[in-house]
C-alpha cells in the first residue's frame, strides 16, 4: 500500500509537470499562410445543438470557397474555440486568437454578454469580428461600432416581427411568460412594443419570470391559468424553450390557450423535442426548410444534408439558429473577401457595408448603418401535417426585416447615447 | 541560520529579476498572450492568498469568496465606466465595497459551527449577490455585462500588456506583502490558534467570533482588490464572476497549492490558469482531467503542491543541520 | 425612454397591486380564489416530492456516515440519462418507462457502492474539509463520465403512455404525472420510515450514526453498512433523475442545477433527518410555488433566507437532533 501511495504520487507530479510545460509551449503552426478565422462559440453544452451546425454552415461555404481556389490562392481556415458560455473565456480565447494565431477574423458567439466582450475586444484591436448567433440588439445597436457585423437576426427584429404577426390575430388579453435574462427581456420587449404598435387595444394581463434553467416551471403554469388571458406569449431562449414547451405539453397548456412561442418554429426544436413537440401552437423562426419551396432553398438542403452527412453528424433538418445563420455570415465574410480583393480589415468592412447575399430564402443585405443583416422572419401555425416527419408551420408569414428594424437615426441616436 | 538568510535573499532577489524580466521575454519571444496569462495568474494569485487567509489559516472553508471578489469586480466597474470616477479611486473604494459585503455575510457565518453549515451559507449568500447583480438590470446591465471600462492608457492594454503587466504585478505584490505581514503578526498567530484548538483560544480569553470575523473582512478586502485588477486587466465584466464556480476555483487553487503554506495558492493559481488555457484546447474533458487531479490531491496530498516542496525544503535543511 | 439594458414597460395592473402594500384581505379577494391556490399548491406538492427523494439521501448519508455527498446530483443526472438510454433502447416497448423506473436507480446505486468503495471509503477518517473537497471534485469527474457516454446534446424522455391523461380537481385539469410523482414521493418516504425503523438493517443504520465503535465491537460490519447506505441514496438520487426526466429536458448541467436547492432542503429539515428532509421540502417547494405569485422575481430567494435562517439560528435545523 505504502508503495502504491509513492507511485501514486510521482505519477501525479509527473503528470501535472508534463503538462505545465506543454502548456507554456506554443505549438507552431507549419502551413502556408491561410486566411484564420478565429470561432469563439460554446461548443460543449447544450448550445452545442445551435453551435455545431453552425459550424456546418460555416464550412461549407467555406469548403466550397478553398475548392474554388480560395482568395488567390490562398485558403480560409476556421480555428475553433470553447468558450463554455463563459464570457471571460471567451475574452481569454479572443486574445489568445488574435494574439497567438494572428487571426484575419473573428467570429462567434452565443452568449451575447461574451459577444460584446468580444466585440469590444475586436473594436480595440480593430479586427472584424462576424457575430452568427448572439442576439442582443446592443451588439449592432447601442454598442455597435465599424468593426461589429453580425450576419443572424437580432432579439429586436425578432421580437418585431413576432409582435407583428400577432397583432393580426384576434386576442386582446396576452400573459407573457419569459425566462429572467436579458434574451428573455429582449424578445417579451420587442414583441410587445411590435404588437402594440399595430394593435394598441391589446392589455397585458400578467407575466412571470422564471430563472434561468429552472426545473420546474408548473408552478408558474399554474399561475397563468389563473390570469385567464386570451394567449399567452413564451419568450425563452432556447434551451429553455425545450424545457417549457415539454412541460407546457404535458400540462396541456396549448389546449388551454392559443400559445406564441417565440423561436419554436426553428427545426432544432423538433428534433429535440421529439414526441413532446407540441403542435397547435404558434411559432417563429428566421429559417424554415421547407418554406420557400425554391429551388434555391431545395439546393441548400440537400447540399447541407450531404455535407454533414460526409462529416459523420447527419443533419437532415438545417436549423434557422445554427446552419442558416452559419450559413449566411460565411457567405458574406467570403463574398466580401472576393469584392474587396483583399482580407485587410478596412477594404473588408467597405465590402461588407452594404453587401447582398444569395441565399436561400431570398436576397439578405447587410445594413451599412448598423453592420445588422436584414434577416426574415417567418410565423405562423404550427400543425401536424401530412407528410412532414414533425410539426411544422402550414401557411408561414415572412416578415421583412427593413419592415421592423429601427431606423439608422435611432440606431446612431442609441450610440451616441451609450458615449 | 545565516546561511539560509542568505539563500532567503538570493531567491527573492532571483524572482524579483525573474518577473521584471519575464514580460519583455514572453512578449519577444512568445506572443503577448502569454503576458496576458501571467497577469491572469497573478490576479487569481492575489485572490487565491486572500481567500486562503479564511481557509488555511482561518480554518473556515468559505464557499462564497466569489461575492467579493464580484463585488469588488462590479464596484470598479460601474464606478469607471458609469460614474466616471479616476482609476486610483475607484480601485481603493472597490475592496472596501468587498469588505463591507463581507462584514455583512461575515458577521452571520463566523459563529456557525460545522464546516457544512459555513460552507452553505457562504455559499447562499453568495448566491444572494449574484441574483441582486443579474437582477438589478438598471445598474448592472443585467447578463449582458458591461464592455468597454475606460481604464487610463499607462496600463492600457491596447498595444501592449507590460504596463498593464508592471502595474497589476507591483499592487498585487504589496497586497500579498500586506497579507504575509497579516499571517505572521500576532493576529495571524490568535488566528491559527483558533483554527488549530478552538477550546484552548477560548481559554485564553480571545473572543473567537470576533477574530474570525476581522480576517473575513481583510480577506474579502483583497479578494475586491483582485476583482478591481481583473477588470482593469479586461476592461469587461459580467455577473459570471460571481457564480459559485469561481468559489470553488479559488478553493481548489487553495487545495492544489497548498492551504497550510502561505505562497501555496499562488502555485496552485498558476497551476490551475496554465492548465485551463491549455488542457481545454486538447480535450473536451476538462472537468475529468481536473476532478480526477483534485481526488488524488486530497487522497495523497492532501497537503498540496506547497505542502510537498515545503516538506522536501525542511527535510534538506533537517539534513544540513546535521 | 431609451432602454439601456433595463426593462421600461408598463407593468400590468395586477403586478402593481403585488409591489405596494398588499393585506391579506386584499390578497384574498383577488383574482385567486381557492381553484387557483389549490393548483398552486398541488405544483407546490409535486416539487416538493422530487425535493424530498433528492434530500432524504444526501441526509441519510450524512446521518450515517457524516459525509455530505456534494455529488448527489450526478446521481440525479446519471439516472435521468439512463432512463433516456433505457426509453430508447426499448422504444417499441410499451413499458419502456417502468423499465426505466426500475433499472436506472438500481444501476445508479450500484455507481455509488462503487464510488464509496473506491473513494469514500479513505477519506471517513480525514477532515471534513477534505471530505467535501473530494465529493466536490467528484462532481467534475462523474459529469464528464456522463459526457462521454451521452454527448452534450440536449436529450428529451417520453411521458409514458399510461400517465399522460388530465385529472381535474376543482375546476383545474391536472396532468395525471404529477400525481404519480406525488405518489411516488409519498411511497418512498413511507418506505423509509419502514426500513429505519422496523426493520434490522434500519436500527443498525441508526445504530452505526450513533456509535460506530459499539456497532463494530458488536461485530457488525460498518463498511458493509457505510456501502449499503450510500447505495441507497444513490438509488434516492437515480430514481429522483428518473422520475424527473419526462418532465425536463436532460443537459449536462443538471447536477449543479439541483444540488444547491437540496443543500438548502436539507438544511432547513436536519442533517440526518428524514422527517426533515420531508417537511423541509414540502415547505420549500409550496414557499417557491406560492412565492412566485407574491414576489415572483425573487421566489428563490425566499428559500436562501429561510436556510440562512435556520442555520444562524437552529443549525440543527427543523427536526434534526442538536448539535453534535
Given at each position: ?311 459523420g453528424a447527419k443533419d437532415p433538418y438545417p436549423s434557422g439558429i445554427g446552419a442558416f445563420s452559419g450559413y449566411c455570415c460565411a457567405k458574406f465574410l467570403t463574398e466580401a473577401i472576393m469584392k474587396a480583393d483583399g482580407v485587410e480589415t478596412e477594404k473588408v468592412i467597405k465590402a461588407l457595408e452594404g453587401l447582398t447575399i444569395d441565399s436561400p430564402v431570398g436576397k439578405i443585405k447587410m445594413r451599412a448603418c448598423d453592420h445588422q443583416a436584414e434577416t426574415p422572419a417567418f ?41 | ?322 | ?324
Amino acid at each position: 500500500m505504502g508503495k502504491l501511495k509513492e507511485a501514486m504520487k510521482c505519477a501525479t507530479l509527473l503528470g501535472l509537470a508534463v503538462t505545465l510545460v506543454l502548456a507554456v509551449t506554443p505549438i507552431s503552426v507549419m502551413a502556408e499562410k491561410p486566411i484564420k478565422v478565429g470561432m469563439i462559440d460554446c461548443f460543449s453544452g447544450g448550445a452545442a445543438a445551435f453551435t455545431k451546425p453552425a459550424l456546418a454552415g460555416w464550412k461549407m461555404v467555406i469548403d466550397e470557397f478553398n475548392a474554388a481556389g480560395g482568395f488567390k490562392g490562398r485558403k480560409i481556415e476556421i480555428l475553433t474555440r470553447d468558450d463554455k458560455f463563459k464570457p471571460d473565456e471567451a475574452l481569454t480565447h479572443a486574445r489568445e486568437l488574435l494574439l497567438k494565431e494572428d487571426v484575419d477574423f473573428l467570429a462567434g458567439t452565443t452568449n451575447s454578454a461574451s459577444a460584446l466582450a468580444v466585440s469590444e475586444l475586436a473594436r480595440q484591436k480593430k479586427k472584424i469580428f462576424m457575430v452568427h448567433i448572439a442576439r442582443s440588439e446592443k451588439i449592432t445597436g447601442a454598442k455597435g461600432h465599424e468593426y461589429i457585423f453580425r450576419g443572424c437576426p437580432n432579439a429586436e427584429i425578432e421580437g418585431a416581427a413576432g409582435g407583428a404577426y400577432a397583432a393580426a390575430q384576434p386576442y386582446k388579453k396576452w400573459f407573457i411568460l419569459g425566462e429572467d435574462y436579458e434574451y428573455g427581456h429582449s424578445i417579451a420587449d420587442n414583441f410587445w412594443k411590435g404588437l402594440t404598435k399595430n394593435d394598441p387595444t391589446v392589455e397585458k394581463v400578467g407575466e412571470a419570470w422564471p430563472k434561468l434553467q429552472e426545473t420546474d416551471y408548473t408552478p408558474y403554469l399554474t399561475a397563468l391559468v389563473a390570469k385567464k388571458p386570451d394567449a399567452v406569449y413564451v419568450a425563452f431562449g432556447a434551451s429553455g424553450l425545450i424545457a417549457i414547451m415539454k412541460q407546457s405539453k404535458i400540462f396541456g397548456l396549448m389546449e388551454k390557450f392559443p400559445v406564441f412561442a417565440f423561436g419554436l418554429a426553428d427545426s432544432v426544436f423538433p428534433k429535440a423535442l421529439g414526441e413532446s413537440m407540441p403542435s397547435d401552437v404558434f411559432g417563429g423562426s428566421n429559417y424554415l426548410w421547407y418554406f420557400p419551396e425554391s429551388t434555391e432553398n431545395k439546393a441548400f438542403v440537400k447540399s447541407y444534408v450531404e455535407f454533414t452527412e460526409k462529416g459523420g453528424a447527419k443533419d437532415p433538418y438545417p436549423s434557422g439558429i445554427g446552419a442558416f445563420s452559419g450559413y449566411c455570415c460565411a457567405k458574406f465574410l467570403t463574398e466580401a473577401i472576393m469584392k474587396a480583393d483583399g482580407v485587410e480589415t478596412e477594404k473588408v468592412i467597405k465590402a461588407l457595408e452594404g453587401l447582398t447575399i444569395d441565399s436561400p430564402v431570398g436576397k439578405i443585405k447587410m445594413r451599412a448603418c448598423d453592420h445588422q443583416a436584414e434577416t426574415p422572419a417567418f410565423w405562423g401555425k404550427i400543425l401536424k401535417v401530412e407528410g412532414y416527419p414533425f410539426p411544422v408551420i402550414k401557411e408561414p408569414i415572412v416578415t421583412p426585416a427593413d419592415k421592423i428594424m429601427p431606423t439608422c437615426d435611432e440606431i446612431m441616436q442609441s450610440r451616441k447615447s451609450e458615449k | 541560520m545565516e546561511k539560509t538568510n542568505r539563500t532567503k535573499l538570493l531567491i527573492g532577489l532571483a524572482v524579483a529579476l525573474f518577473s521584471l524580466a519575464l514580460p519583455f521575454v514572453l512578449e519577444q519571444c512568445f506572443s503577448q498572450y502569454y503576458v496576458y496569462l501571467t497577469v491572469k495568474i497573478i490576479i487569481w494569485s492575489l485572490f487565491a492568498v486572500s481567500f486562503n487567509l479564511v481557509l488555511g489559516y482561518g480554518g473556515m472553508m468559505s464557499f462564497g469568496h466569489a461575492a467579493f471578489y464580484g463585488t469588488g469586480a462590479y464596484t470598479c466597474a460601474l464606478l469607471l465606466a458609469r460614474a466616471s470616477w479616476p482609476m486610483p479611486a475607484a480601485l481603493i473604494a472597490a475592496p472596501f465595497a468587498a469588505a463591507i459585503v463581507g462584514l455583512v455575510i461575515g458577521y452571520f457565518s463566523v459563529r456557525i459551527k460545522g464546516i457544512f453549515y459555513f460552507a452553505v451559507l457562504t455559499l447562499s449568500c453568495s448566491q444572494l449577490v449574484y441574483i441582486v447583480v443579474f437582477k438589478w438590470r438598471s445598474l448592472t446591465l443585467g447578463d449582458d455585462g458591461i464592455q468597454g471600462i475606460p481604464v487610463p492608457s499607462f496600463i492600457s492594454t491596447l498595444e501592449t500588456y507590460v504596463y498593464c503587466y508592471f502595474f497589476i504585478l507591483i499592487v498585487s505584490s504589496l497586497c500579498i506583502y500586506i497579507l504575509f505581514k497579516i499571517v505572521r503578526s500576532p493576529f495571524g498567530l490568535i488566528l491559527r490558534t483558533i483554527r488549530d484548538n478552538p477550546e484552548r483560544a477560548t481559554f485564553i480569553g480571545v473572543r473567537i467570533s470576533n477574530y474570525k470575523l476581522i480576517a473575513f473582512a481583510i480577506s474579502a478586502f483583497f479578494s475586491g482588490v483582485a476583482g478591481a485588477l481583473f477588470v482593469l486587466l479586461e476592461t469587461s465584466v459580467s455577473p459570471d464572476i460571481l457564480k459559485w464556480s469561481v468559489s470553488g476555483e479559488v478553493l481548489l487553487m487553495g487545495l492544489l497549492g497548498g492551504m497550510h503554506v502561505f505562497l501555496g495558492p499562488i502555485i496552485g493559481a498558476a497551476i490551475m490558469v496554465l492548465l485551463n488555457s491549455f488542457v481545454t484546447s486538447y480535450t473536451e474533458y476538462w472537468g475529468l482531467f481536473i476532478g480526477m487531479t483534485f481526488v488524488c490531491i486530497v487522497l495523497f496530498f492532501p497537503e498540496g503542491v506547497g505542502g510537498v516542496v515545503r516538506a522536501k525544503w525542511l527535510a534538506c535543511n533537517q539534513r544540513k543541520t546535521f | 425612454m431609451k432602454r439601456r439594458g433595463g426593462r421600461s414597460l408598463p407593468r400590468s395592473t395586477y403586478t402593481n397591486r403585488l409591489q405596494g402594500n398588499v393585506t391579506w384581505a386584499e390578497y384574498c379577494t383577488m383574482e385567486l380564489d381557492f381553484s387557483n391556490l389549490f393548483a398552486q399548491f398541488i405544483s407546490g406538492l409535486c416539487r416538493a416530492m422530487v425535493l424530498f427523494l433528492m434530500a432524504s439521501g444526501l441526509t441519510i448519508v450524512f446521518g450515517v456516515m457524516r459525509v455530505v455527498n456534494f455529488a448527489h446530483g450526478s446521481f440525479y443526472m446519471l439516472g435521468a440519462y439512463l432512463a433516456y438510454s433505457l426509453t430508447q433502447f426499448y422504444a417499441s416497448s410499451p413499458s419502456r418507462f417502468w423499465v426505466a423506473l426500475i433499472v436506472a436507480p438500481t444501476l445508479v446505486s450500484l455507481v455509488g457502492g462503487l464510488v464509496e468503495y473506491v473513494l469514500l471509503r479513505r477519506i471517513y477518517d480525514k477532515d471534513h474539509l477534505l471530505q467535501i473537497l473530494l465529493t466536490y471534485a467528484l462532481i467534475f469527474v462523474l459529469g464528464d463520465f456522463i459526457k462521454m457516454f451521452w454527448g452534450v446534446d440536449l436529450r428529451i424522455v417520453s411521458m409514458p403512455a399510461a400517465l399522460e391523461g388530465f385529472i381535474t380537481f376543482f375546476g383545474n385539469s391536472f396532468p395525471l404525472y404529477y400525481f404519480f410523482i406525488i405518489a411516488i414521493g409519498v411511497l418512498v418516504a413511507l418506505s423509509l420510515l419502514f426500513i429505519l425503523k422496523i426493520t434490522r438493517f434500519g436500527k443498525l443504520m441508526r445504530a452505526s450514526a450513533e456509535h460506530r465503535e459499539m456497532v463494530e465491537m458488536l461485530g457488525y460490519n460498518v463498511r458493509g453498512i457505510f456501502t449499503v447506505v450510500f447505495m441507497m441514496a444513490a438509488w434516492l438520487g437515480g430514481l429522483a433523475g428518473v422520475v424527473i426526466a419526462p418532465t425536463v429536458r436532460l443537459s449536462l448541467g443538471m447536477d449543479m442545477e439541483i444540488i444547491i436547492e437540496c443543500f438548502l432542503v436539507v438544511i432547513i429539515g436536519g442533517l440526518g433527518s428524514i422527517w426533515g428532509a420531508l417537511l423541509a421540502a414540502l415547505i420549500t417547494g409550496e414557499l417557491y410555488a406560492f412565492g412566485i405569485l407574491v414576489l415572483e422575481k425573487y421566489a428563490m430567494t425566499f428559500i436562501y433566507g429561510l436556510a440562512a435562517v435556520i442555520i444562524i439560528l437552529r443549525p440543527a435545523g427543523l427536526l434534526g437532533k442538536q448539535a453534535h
